[in-house]
């Protein structure tokens, strides 16, 4: 193999693999926007953008183990039985692979479920697919902090 032959194959490497890294950055780029677009739903209670983020089978786990289908995520927030009147995502990180990412984060908020004031401070892991040309929020589960 000449010296041509063996620069070219280094230049299509090289090409390839920065094509992978760039597509990974922007599907990792997108599921950040869907988590921000998630997060300012929850907050506004949007059951439309609440609907359209969410998948029809997914698993909402709460810190304190109740896990709840996606009518049920839905209906608590919109009717203020859960009510984020802040929230804050830190230390987060986006892990894709094929059409599931992973997200964790630590979230840090104030609420106001049933009138009732109090402050959360959870790690949570993500679950999104992308389904039908957008990320889903598949699963989520929450632990307390201390």
Request: glycine residues 8%; hydrophobic residues 45%.
């Amino acid at each position: 193999m000449n010296m041509l032959n063996i620069r070219t194959c280094l230049l299509a490497a090289f090409v390839l693999i920065g094509a992978a890294v760039f597509a990974q950055s922007k599907q990792e780029a997108a599921v950040a926007d869907a988590v921000q677009q998630l997060r300012k739903a929850m907050l506004d209670s949007d059951s439309a953008a609440l609907a359209k983020l969410t998948a029809e089978k997914l698993s909402y786990g709460h810190s304190g183990g109740l896990i709840e289908n996606k009518q049920e995520f839905i209906q608590k927030l919109v009717s203020g039985r859960s009510d984020f009147v802040t929230m804050d995502l830190t230390d987060q990180t986006v892990s894709v692979s094929g059409d599931v990412a992973l997200v964790r984060h630590t979230l840090k908020g104030s609420i106001n479920d049933g009138g009732k004031p109090g402050d959360v401070h959870l790690k949570v892991l993500l679950v999104w697919q992308n389904q039908k040309g957008g990320w889903k929020l598949l699963a989520r589960q929450a632990i307390k902090q201390p």
